[in-house]
């Protein structure tokens, strides 16, 4: 594993973080360059992955003869750089569940402090128009303001839309327990649009929330709470036609 190759490289000073399952990357605070393992599996194009590294240099590459893992290594250099460069930084909040072009939305002052632990820095969506049956691909970005006192911290993602909540992409792959204050995570959430989605206007909702209780932190301005969720979108065109 990372641990025990740090080790055997003679260097076990180091903090070590990571996201599971390929939906989350992470620049840990304290600076960098730093090193990213990264397995066959979850590389190459399409994968969060190859996305977050970008033009990182390749140090290494185990290619998993006699049945051991393949990996590739890479090297961060560019000092100071988080990927939140050329995402939407831009949010709402409604009593609306989904807000139609009549209801009434405010803008949030982004980055969005939620629960004074993380800060919502924007977003990509990977369509802004969808139909019954695609996929949508939202990567948020976030950077943790504090350590969490609740270490079954987990994200929602949902589609939400005429008939309620259409989708749920809900998971955290950069757990809670490994934070750090300064850290800059991505998290990519998977929402697929139902077959029978009903024409009309959609959103993309985000949140933190506890996997012991299910309450959600609350989404403040200034000191003051004002939602339990950041709304993102609108997402036009699902259902029409």
């Known amino acids: 594993d990372g641990r025990g190759g740090l080790r055997r490289g003679g260097r ?9 399952g390929g939906e989350a990357g992470v620049v840990p605070a304290g600076g960098l360059p730093g090193w990213y393992l990264v397995p066959l599996a979850l590389d190459g ?21 006699r049945g051991g893992p393949a990996y590739t290594v890479y090297r961060w250099r560019r000092q100071g750089e988080t990927g939140v460069e050329g995402m939407v930084q831009q949010a709402w909040t409604s009593p609306v569940l989904a807000p139609g072009r009549a209801d009434v939305q405010a ?15 924007g977003y990509h969506l990977s369509a802004e128009t969808a139909a019954p049956g695609d996929e949508l691909i939202l990567t948020t970005a976030w950077r943790v ?17 005429p008939g309620g ?5 809900d998971g955290l792959g950069y757990p809670a327990i490994q934070w750090a204050a300064g850290d800059v995570f991505h998290q ?11 024409g009309g206007t959609y959103w993309a909702q985000v949140g933190l929330y506890s996997l012991a209780t299910g309450d959600r932190l609350p989404v403040l301005q200034g000191e003051a709470p004002v939602a339990d969720r950041v709304l993102l979108g609108p997402i036009w065109g699902v259902g029409d036609g």
Do not use: C, K, Q
């Open 45 to 65: 194009r399409g994968t969060l992955a190859a996305d977050w590294l970008g033009e990182a240099e390749v140090v290494f590459r185990e290619r998993g003869l």
């Open 145 to 161: 303001i504090a350590r969490p006192t609740d270490p079954a911290l987990s994200l929602f993602a949902h589609l939400v839309g």
């Open 188 to 198: 990519r959430s998977t929402l697929l649009v139902p077959a029978d989605a009903p």
């Open 165 to 169: 909540v259409m989708s749920v992409g």
């Open 12 to 20: 076990d000073d180091r903090r070590l973080s990571g996201g599971e």
């Open 107 to 121: 803008s949030l002052f982004v980055p969005a402090d939620v629960g004074g632990e993380a800060a919502f820095l």
